[in-house]
């Protein structure tokens, strides 16, 4: 009975690193979702595949962010140059559908610091 | 653009009392769902419940119910007799219709502290 994992857990770089946050959801679901929480603070959504495609990457906040889901299953987030400001949790969540109001699975998420 | 506001922060009870945590919601489209999330302190989010914008029938499930009025565009979730294994931090959020796809858009959280 596997959830979203996320891997890694805890991942500390130093300013100007690149980083490769991974997100495994759960088999069969359709639509994958990143979010960004920094602390204290609900998530912000970054960006969402239906699939392999690549649907909506509104919520990115730099080109410095590229996410893939190449097979339409894993995913990953990857950030280039890290700053300081990048600091968050990096949560991922699947759903099974396509369609709003689907519920969303989410996963324990990444909590990257950057030095 | 959608906004969610939760303005309590934090809330303190003791265990066994009622406490309600309220969600103010904005959105020009008329079909919408609404959520509300469980955040423990482990930091994993746990769906509670959603609700479409044409159902307003109020729901209970357990000790948990919500208050859905869209006159007032408000989602507010009442947990009764609680517990000290309520402590978390709940997330209300809202998805629209529009654009498609399902991006949660999500308050600031309320963090809620059950004390024995």
């Known amino acids: 009975g596997a959830g979203v994992s996320q891997s890694p857990r805890y991942k500390v770089a130093k300013r100007g690193q690149d980083v490769a946050l991974r997100c495994d959801p759960i088999s069969g679901h359709v639509s994958l979702f990143w979010y960004q929480q920094a602390l204290g603070q609900g998530p912000e959504f970054l960006t969402y595949?239906?699939?392999?495609?690549?649907?909506?990457k509104s919520g990115l906040p730099s080109d410095r962010f590229f996410a893939e889901r190449p097979e339409g299953s894993v995913s990953t987030l990857k950030i280039q140059r890290t700053q300081q400001e990048d600091s968050a949790v990096y949560l991922c969540?699947?759903?099974?559908?396509?369609?709003?109001?689907?519920?969303?699975?989410f996963g324990p998420g990444t909590r990257l610091t950057v030095l | 653009a959608q906004k969610v506001t939760q303005a309590q922060t934090e809330i303190s009870v003791v265990e066994k009392e009622d406490v309600t945590l309220d969600c103010v919601y904005e959105t020009r489209d008329t079909t919408y769902y609404l959520f509300w999330y469980k955040q423990p302190p482990s930091g994993e989010l746990v769906f509670l419940i959603r609700?479409?914008?044409?159902?307003?029938q109020n729901e209970i499930s357990g000790r948990y119910s919500w208050n859905f009025q869209k006159s007032t565009s408000s989602f507010n979730f009442t947990i009764t007799a609680s517990q000290v294994v309520d402590s978390a931090v709940y997330f209300c959020a809202l998805s629209v219709l529009t654009g498609g796809g399902n991006k949660l858009t999500f308050g600031t959280g309320t963090q809620l502290k059950v004390e024995l």
């Open positions: 595949f239906q699939n392999e495609a690549q649907l909506d």
């Open positions: 969540a699947s759903s099974l559908g396509g369609g709003t109001g689907n519920e969303q699975f």
């Open positions: 609700r479409n914008s044409f159902d307003e």
